[in-house]
T-cell receptor, first 116, second 112 residues
């Protein structure tokens, strides 16, 4: 049973370009969460999605960032006009249902974004 | 602002000793608490979760929760060099759609 799959593992972009990060949740999971981690920092929540719906985007920057989780295909985190401050590890996590007492998050390997 | 606080460390313990990792949280409505282990350059890996006051044991790991004090801890018995990693405390926000709020992590170093 494959885990959470993220690609690419490493992504290099120049300032002003677009970055697209992909996440396929574990089989049977329909809830996806995106987190960002800066060096020596904890994981910062960005957005929570279910299929075709954004449930909570309170952690997303207001500009340049967007996320989707279409009916078919992976979840996409899109960063337009990247700046150096966007350089970070971006982790995707999935769960089979809303986080409750017994639901847990399982993380993918992350995408390391480097902006030159 | 809901917060999860951890000492950043590094916490250094000798091999075979007990490592004690602590975490406090601000949201009294929090219901579930998680410990993740993260090796350098790798993704977080769930090692324990707890939602009832008291202790929960799993092998060499014991999670302890005190909701009145808003405090959760992780004990690692018989620490091994392979336990050297950053340990992230995570708290599920109160409410049906709450997500996980993470602390910055405590770096643990187990010396042979």
């Amino acid at each position: 049973n494959a885990g959470v799959m993220q690609n690419p593992r490493h992504l290099v972009r120049r300032r002003g370009q677009e970055a697209r990060l992909r996440c396929s949740p574990m089989k049977g999971h329909s809830h996806v969460y995106w987190y960002r981690q800066l060096p020596e920092e904890g994981l910062k929540f960005m957005v929570y999605l279910q299929k075709e719906n954004i449930i909570d985007e309170s952690g997303m920057p207001k500009e340049r960032f967007s996320a989707e989780f279409p009916k078919e295909g992976p979840s996409i985190l899109r960063i337009q006009q990247v700046v150096r401050g966007d350089s970070a590890a971006y982790f995707c996590a999935s769960s089979p249902a809303q986080l409750g007492f017994n639901e847990k998050l399982f993380f993918g390997s992350g995408t390391q974004l480097s902006v030159l | 602002q809901k917060e999860v606080e951890q000492n950043s460390g590094p916490l250094s313990v000798p091999e075979g000793a007990i490592a004690s990792l602590n975490c406090t949280y601000s949201d009294r409505g929090s219901q579930s608490f998680f410990w993740y282990r993260q090796y350098s350059g790798k993704s977080p890996e769930l090692i324990m979760f707890i939602y009832s006051n008291g202790d929960k044991e799993d092998g060499r790991f014991t999670a302890q929760l005190n909701k009145a004090s808003q405090y959760v801890s992780l004990l690692i018995r018989d620490s091994q060099p392979s336990d050297s990693a950053t340990y992230l405390c995570a708290v599920k926000e109160g409410g049906s759609q709450g997500n996980l709020i993470f602390g910055k992590g405590t770096k643990l170093s187990v010396k042979p």
